[in-house]
């Protein structure tokens, strides 16, 4: 019972079109007015290279004007074919040619050696992510500060959420575009988006795109005045299915369900069908988590990826991981602040330590910064500077990360969980000694190997080599002060 | 089958003796030789008053001697009963006068309102306590040492054990005396004690009851180079029913079953055994509890009078109170100092965050300290000297313990446990901020009442009381460091 709406006219799409592999291939169509171009028209496109087939959703992007956005994985030629109940547009067909990537782009991040991340070409991502919930809800000019901050910063992924966010004293402005149309005053049209909101939103998400930064979505969450956390079932199932249709493509998108889904009072039999549709909906399989505030979601469940989680706990990290057998992602172990709630004012000392604690025990660790502003920007909502002593340092750490050896590395830990350390067997190892302050540190090192032994202070950034090769065990002096580390690397 | 092995001289005994509220009575025998008068010999005294009958075992004191020991609870006249092996002493009756206890004698320390602890005479008992091991195995001169510096503490409980304690580099000195007759060379004699060692171990039993300082017995433990953590249930219940008769009737004792007791390789069913018997031996229910390794006890087993706790995750101290209904003392949170393991290279200003945490959750902690010694005297083990910065700003805890009301304070927390506080009702409230930088806190006081508020620096030991009065929901400005803290006293 399909209507024939539109002539649809396609606009770009020829056999001659390229594409670079993980970049976006876009097909645009015309049509003509109807009364809910969102509700009344379909429009699904199957690519197909060799024996594998994609399908996507196409969305209406305002206009009168209709898009279908694929992110080729493999190079070569593709096919497609539209599938629409508009018949000019039914069994439509075309091809392009995905040619070889772009420097810096690596594709889409995905889960390595259970416990890790990978980009799509090979190369591992070590996540030091941020946090700026509500940055796309800010003025133009707050976002341009926004993305110069995270290009002067060594953050790769960043917490972000779709819907505008809602945080008393701290969040209180009206975001320049809102995801519904419709207005405060006389209600949201569930079933009509604000295309004006998406293409900005998007357009953001390019913008981390060119700076290696990871969007880490987030689809839903409970600080909210405007009623967009009460959909419906339905309401919110089209909303995921016109949000992967326009965010799928952009292979720096991770699906973060929720921020702190526990407040927002859903069975989880609701939170399943929202995965089930972002399964149905995103034939690139981008990671998938979500995050707790005072609960606990069952993280053995096959649609979740790895594990985004908040608590100050730093020691469970392990029993989680062996538990679950994904990676963790400390997404919130407080921030670094000075606010007057107790997730909000860590020191910047404190916030490097559980950086570090927590890739010793074998997780990542995601920042946040809240400090008093004259103006409410703070960082953690609405971007804008940093202004905290910690970005540095956890820079320092994501260099250290990136000279550990690649592949089996596994935490330990003492009785105390205190000393803990990753190691490759007698290869490499990784103490690291928190907020103690011994004045010396005893190594288990090979009997058989020599070692190259450096120590390391994750506050001062310092890194010194120790003039000596060392064997078997041995005491190595350190300057009885917190925030210690060493490195030893057999030669 | 009783032999007559003796002709008994009651030497002191009289019914014109008296002796203080909670203080000591003894009588004294001299008999003749016999081949082990510790085995061969039973002695036991039945002490009444009114309706109160209390049976203690007597024991063998060297040199021919024997003697009785009894702490009168009730002040007004006792009477006893001697039962023995010995003829002449059977049946052997007598009375004494206990007396108004001395000004410092608040009587023996027990649990009060399920949390809390009392001496006898009501006074609260906020423990406060330190560890030193093995300081009655060391020579006379150190000993008088660790006596002056608790003097000078405001320490009131000592973890300390019976055996002599080894332990590698920091602890290989032979002690003055063993606890058992023999030779390390020889093998020992398990059921023949070393008198002149248990002398001398009352003697600074004596000496901390004279400063008003809990000793923390240790009966059992692991760190053990001459076998003695090696005794067969027969012997150990010997021992037990000899060190009860000795120590017993100190008011100041306290029985810690072991030390880290899941290291000894010792089924439940034999801990069992051994709380059974200080049970059946000791007639004034003295504190008992048992110290975790990395294992965990059973506490809400009958005998357990309290929790005493080895972990540096403090957020489980409510969990643990709401469980087992009983006081939780951290007695080895990790100690201050600077050694290499993980257990003792705290830093001071930890040291002190976490007796503030543990006090707010409602928990009790114990200090240690390990600082590097060049003649390996660290106070954990051997006393001597303190040299942290810890101890005079737990003292100025203590006094705010002491400050605080004495029924009715509950724990409270926030979300991350990080904003701790304890409060009774609306009309006392002490929040600890911790590690946290906040510029400012928010408290939720009642609208109906007007409160004092002091900040308080817990690691600078300042109170700084503000001049105006508050009600309702306030912010109070903070200097943005850690270790602030913010007392509310309803006017």
Redesign the interface.
Known sequence: MRKILFILIVLVATSSYATERWGIFELEFKGQKVDNPFTEVWLTAEFKYKNRTYQVDGFYDGNQTYKVRFMPEFEGKWTYTIQSNIASAHEKMGSFTCTPPKEKNHGPVSVRDTFHFKYADGVPFYPVGTTAYAWVHQNNELIEETLETLKASTFNKLRMTVMPKYYGRYVSNEPPFYPYEGSIEGGWERNRFNVDFFQHLEKQVGELRKLNVEADVILFHPYDKWGFSKGSIEENLLYLKYLVARLGAYRNVWWNMANEYDLMNKPDSEWEMYFKQLLKCDPYGHLKSIHN??GWYNHSLPWITHLSVQT??L?KTQAWRETYNKPVINDEF?YEG??????G???AE?TVNRFWILYCRGGYASHGETY?HPENILWWSKGGKLYGESPRRIAFLHQIMKEAPEQGLVPLH??????TYLHKGDEYYLYY?G????????LKLSEDKKYAVEVIDAWQMTLKKLEKEYSGTV?IALP?K?YMAIRAKAL
């Open positions: 505030g005072k100050p706990y020691e407080v000075n606010i007057p709630f107790d997730w004012n860590l020191t404190e008093v003492t009785v105390w969980n205190k000393e000694y907020n103690s302050q011994q004045a010396s540190a005893v005491e009885q917190p």
